[in-house]
C-alpha cells in the first residue's frame, strides 16, 4: 500500500520554466491538498480539492494551478517559476469531506530549487 | 493574530522528562485538531488526533483540549531521543466550507537530549 506518491523527489528549474508536480493516491480518498513548507512558517495550503471535479484556493494559490484529474491524481503547475516559489511542496490526502473529522495523509514531498 | 500559534522553540529537553508542546488557535468554530511529528527531510505523520475536551491517551503520547480557552496541547513522557523532531499543530473548522482544510501552526522543535 503506497498511500501517497508524489513525483519528481527533487527538481531544479530555471527562472520562467514551467513544470508540473504529480501526486497520487491509492487510499480512495475524496479530498487531496497541496502544500508548500519554507522554514518557520509551517504549512501552508496552496489548492484543494474536496471531490473529483472541484478545486479550490487555498491560502498562497498565485503562480500555481491544480487539475484534479480523476479520483486518484491531482497535480500542480508552476507556469512560470520564479525564485521565490523555491520550496517543499506536499501532497496530502483525507477521506470523506466537509465536516471530516479524518486526518490528512502526506507524500514524501518534492523539493523544488528554483535558479 | 496567527489562526494557529505554537510556543516558539526550540524545546530541549533531558531524556526520561516529559515534554509539554503548546498550540492555541483563534477560530472558536474549530472542530478537530491533530498533532503531527516531522523528522528533518521527512513529511509529516500523525501521531495524535482530538476532538473532544479532555485528554486523549495513546502510549506515551497525551494530548489535552480545552475548547474554551481555544488550547491544545501534546505531552510526551518518558522522552526518547527518537522524539526529536518537529511537532506541528494542526486545526480543523467546523463546517462551511471547510471541506477538510487543515490550518497549521509554524511548528515547535524538540530535542531530547541524552
Given at each position: 500500500n503506497?498511500?501517497?506518491t508524489q513525483t519528481p523527489k527533487f527538481q531544479v528549474l530555471k527562472t520562467g520554466?514551467?513544470?508540473?508536480?504529480?501526486?497520487?493516491q491509492d487510499m480512495n480518498h475524496n479530498s487531496m491538498y497541496w502544500y508548500r513548507q519554507d522554514p518557520g512558517m509551517g504549512l501552508r495550503l496552496i489548492y484543494y480539492s474536496a471531490s473529483e471535479g472541484t478545486t479550490d484556493k487555498g491560502e498562497v494559490p498565485n503562480g500555481y494551478?491544480?487539475?484534479r484529474l480523476?479520483?486518484?491524481?491531482?497535480s500542480l503547475r508552476l507556469e512560470s517559476a520564479a525564485p521565490s516559489q523555491t520550496s517543499v511542496y506536499f501532497?496530502?490526502?483525507?477521506?470523506?469531506?466537509?465536516?471530516?473529522?479524518?486526518?490528512q495523509h502526506f507524500g514524501d514531498g518534492t523539493r523544488l530549487s528554483i535558479l | 493574530q496567527k489562526e494557529v500559534e505554537q510556543n516558539s522553540g526550540p524545546l530541549s529537553v533531558p531524556?526520561?522528562?516529559?515534554?509539554?508542546?503548546?498550540?492555541?488557535?483563534?477560530?472558536?468554530?474549530?472542530?478537530?485538531?491533530?498533532?503531527?511529528?516531522?523528522?528533518?527531510?521527512?513529511?509529516?505523520?500523525?501521531i495524535m488526533s482530538i476532538y473532544s475536551n479532555g485528554d486523549k491517551e495513546d502510549g506515551r503520547f497525551t494530548a489535552q483540549l480545552n475548547?474554551?480557552?481555544?488550547?491544545?496541547?501534546?505531552?510526551?513522557?518518558d522522552s526518547?531521543?527518537?522524539?526529536?523532531?518537529?511537532?506541528?499543530?494542526?486545526?480543523?473548522?467546523a463546517g462551511g466550507t471547510s471541506y477538510g482544510k487543515l490550518t497549521f501552526g509554524q511548528g515547535t522543535i524538540l530535542t531530547v537530549h541524552p
Open positions: 503506497a498511500g501517497v520554466q514551467s513544470m508540473t508536480l504529480q501526486c497520487a494551478n491544480v487539475s480523476n479520483k486518484r491524481e491531482f501532497c496530502a490526502s483525507s477521506s470523506k469531506g466537509e465536516y471530516s473529522n479524518q486526518p | 531524556e526520561g522528562a516529559i515534554a509539554s508542546l503548546n498550540c492555541t488557535y483563534s477560530d472558536r468554530v474549530s472542530q478537530s485538531f491533530f498533532w503531527y511529528r516531522q523528522y528533518s527531510g521527512k513529511s509529516p505523520e500523525l475548547k474554551a480557552s481555544q488550547y491544545v496541547s501534546l505531552l510526551i513522557r526518547q531521543p527518537s522524539d526529536s523532531a518537529t511537532y506541528l499543530c494542526a486545526v480543523r473548522r
